[in-house]
């Protein structure tokens, strides 16, 4: 499993990084607070704060295509 802060302000951004997290198999999950959803949902994602940086998990040992084209949105 693999960890990274990122940061969805617009709603084009979460459209943009939804689209990105479904080209993969990986199961993700956004985590802010005790709030988690799954990554591929975007309705999901606006059921968040996204006013301040979220937590993003992923399950996968070797996903670094993933964290390549994940980059505009890290924190």
Do not use: Q, T
């Not at 802060?5 to 997290?21: G, P, Y």
């Not at 999950?29 to 606006?46: N, P, Q, T, W, Y």
């Amino acid at each position: 499993m693999k960890s990274v802060n990122i940061k969805l302000s617009l709603a084009e951004n979460v459209k943009s990084f939804v689209n990105i997290v479904n080209r993969y198999s990986y199961d993700v999950d956004l985590r802010a607070g005790r709030h988690v959803v799954d990554a591929k949902s975007i309705l999901g994602i606006f059921s968040l704060d996204l006013s301040k940086p979220i937590s993003m998990e992923i399950y996968a040992d070797s996903c670094d295509d993933l964290m390549e084209d994940i980059k505009p949105f890290m924190a």
